[in-house]
């Protein structure tokens, strides 16, 4: 029998904006998506604001420590509840006072004892999904969603060996990239290194071993590994003493996540943030301990945004105009039995999941 190689994905899948319309409402609705950092919430009362599928959403840290997330609605007449960031005692909706108990349950509406029948006890605002993973709170707009251990099969304990003071780390900077491109297209470039050679100088001669770099499938995770060369001619200096301070390593959750983990235990990591059909954001945080300022990570996330991140926007904003040109037909994929850095099975691993989130 005649095996056929496996082809690139429709262009239509990153450029048409009914099926962006059907992402944000389907795949952004039921996967782990990324809210923020458990340090920005020390104490009970303690919230932050953001956006996800177009809904407006909050986290705030109950009396019990425990972190949960809700729509930012009144159960009342759907007033916003809360905006930015904050610390409050209680939920109070500014339009007519009900106020609302960190764990979200009605503890007072104003001459609510007036309504006969009226019962404060069922009325809760509407929790969402929440997870706290290796520090970072992750929610799922899904109420029937699978834990995240179940969709990246051991990545939290990794992530856990590979940052041996993950409970420490803190926010040092976000370095905000913005592409004109499909999200899709930015996550897949990040998901192979058939490119890196051509286009990143830096990574052919820099601290990885290409010929041993490669992205493997771990449930719905994509890790990448590779060996390092020798460290000796790091910029900063590793304390080789602890666990897997020799090793590279990157972990991409899917759809828009991604700890990326360098020699040294260096945490920093990747959120894409789809704007529109045409556009993402792409979020690089860099982590120390205790947030405290570090010359050395300062200059790695610099030099990192002036290399790799402005190679890979050269790329991708390519990519995207040739996804609207009448002369492109969707190439075969290079996917190599043997995987390796110059094959592309990551990318046809993606396709699938891009598939199976179009029911496709
Ligand atoms: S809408 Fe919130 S109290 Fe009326
Ligand atoms: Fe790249």
Redesign the pocket.
């Known amino acids: 029998m005649n095996e056929q190689p496996i082809h690139a994905l429709d262009p239509r899948y990153y450029t048409d904006p009914e099926l962006f319309k059907a992402e944000r409402d389907g795949l952004l609705s039921t996967t782990w998506q990324f809210a923020g950092h458990c340090s920005q919430l020390n104490n009970p009362g303690d919230y932050f604001t953001f956006e996800l599928a177009g809904e407006s959403l909050f986290c705030i840290m109950g009396r019990d420590h425990v972190i949960r997330t809700f729509y930012n609605v ?6 916003q ?1 809360v905006s930015g960031e904050g610390s409050t005692r209680v939920v109070v ?6 106020t609302y108990e960190l764990t979200g349950q009605l503890r007072a ?1 104003p001459n609510g004892h007036a309504v006969p029948g009226f019962d404060k006890s069922a009325i809760c605002l509407n929790e969402v999904r929440t997870e706290t993973f290796v520090g970072f709170i992750f929610v799922n707009l899904d109420p029937d969603a699978q834990p995240m251990d179940t969709w990246f099969p051991n990545a939290r304990a990794e992530l856990e060996a590979w940052l041996p003071n993950w409970q420490t780390l803190k926010p040092l900077e976000w370095v905000e990239i913005e592409e004109h491109c499909n999200w899709k297209v930015s996550v897949e470039n990040y998901s192979e290194c058939y490119h890196c050679t051509l286009n990143h100088p830096t990574f052919a001669t820099g601290v990885i071993k290409p010929e041993t770099y490669d992205i493997q499938p771990q449930g719905y995770c994509l890790r990448h590994t590779t060996e390092c060369q020798s460290l000796d001619n790091m910029t900063y200096d590793i304390d080789h003493s602890k666990p897997h301070a020799d090793e590279y390593s990157s972990w991409f959750l899917w759809p828009m996540f991604s700890f990326q983990v360098y020699p040294g235990n260096v945490l920093n990591t990747y959120h894409w943030r789809a704007v529109d059909t045409e556009r993402v954001v792409v979020w690089r945080g860099w982590y120390t301990e205790g947030g405290w300022d570090s010359e050395v990570i300062r200059r790695l996330a610099v030099q990192d945004r002036a290399t790799t991140v402005e190679e890979d926007i050269k790329l991708v904003e390519s990519v995207q105009r040739g996804m609207k040109s009448r002369g492109y037909k969707p190439g075969p994929l290079i996917v190599d039995p043997k995987s390796g850095v110059n094959s592309e099975h990551s990318i046809r691993t993606l396709h699938q999941w891009i598939r199976e989130a179009h029911n496709a």
């Open positions: 009144c159960q009342h007449r759907a007033h509840l909706c500014p339009y007519h006072a009900w509406a």
